[in-house]
């Protein structure tokens, strides 16, 4: 199944009306991939005395967000439920309050590929070096390592994707 904005804007939509009325301060942040619908919404800040500490402050919201998760676990799984169902995606969810931001119940999906001995001999130094306890975990931290480095190009990248699915969906025959 291949992801599209308009399948992102269509669960969003969805999501608009489902969701129950003062879960987030506004629209939640809604990504898409083939197998996994993420939904992270921003909660509201919690009140402390101006000159709180940036741990405090921290220790504070990471409660916040705790509490939210505990409270709306059975509605969330309803709605992830109706998310499965509907679009043939497993839902994950997570809140944030300011700076922080806490996903949970994601999903860690196995990949398989192929790699020739230069590569893997990158992988095995990593885990020789303590970075990773395994090829599979030294992987995952190199795709995090170049979504970090290369997200203004990655994004370009999926840029110039959806505009040439929407050059095709107007080409002949569509």
């Given at each position: 199944?291949?992801?599209?904005?308009?399948?992102?804007?269509?669960?969003?939509?969805?999501?608009?009306?489902?969701?129950?009325?003062?879960w987030f301060t506004g629209a939640p942040?809604?990504?898409?991939?083939?197998?996994?619908?993420l939904i992270v919404g921003a909660l509201l800040d919690v009140d402390l005395p101006a000159d709180a500490t940036d741990a405090s402050r921290e220790t504070a919201r990471r409660a916040r967000i705790d509490r939210w998760r505990e409270e709306?676990?059975?509605?969330?799984?309803?709605i992830a439920d109706d998310i499965e169902h509907?679009?043939?995606?497993?839902?994950?969810?997570g809140a944030a309050i300011g700076d922080v931001r806490v996903p949970f119940t994601t999903l860690a999906i196995p990949v398989m590929t192929r790699l020739r001995q230069d590569d893997r001999i990158?992988?095995?130094?990593?885990?020789?070096?303590?970075?990773?306890?395994?090829?599979s975990e030294a992987?995952?931290?190199?795709?995090?390592?170049?979504?970090?480095n290369?997200?203004?190009?990655?994004?370009?990248?999926?840029?110039?994707?959806?505009?040439?699915?929407?050059?095709?969906?107007e080409g002949p025959g569509a």
């Open positions: 199944m291949h992801t599209t904005n308009e399948d992102r804007e269509q669960i969003a939509a969805w999501l608009a009306g489902a969701l129950p009325d003062g942040s809604v990504t898409v991939d083939r197998e996994e619908v709306t676990r059975g509605e969330r799984m309803r509907r679009f043939g995606r497993k839902a994950a969810w990158v992988l095995d130094t990593l885990v020789e070096a303590g970075v990773a306890r395994s090829r992987l995952a931290w190199c795709v995090r390592l170049v979504g970090k290369e997200s203004a190009w990655i994004a370009q990248l999926r840029d110039a994707m959806e505009s040439v699915a929407q050059v095709r969906s």
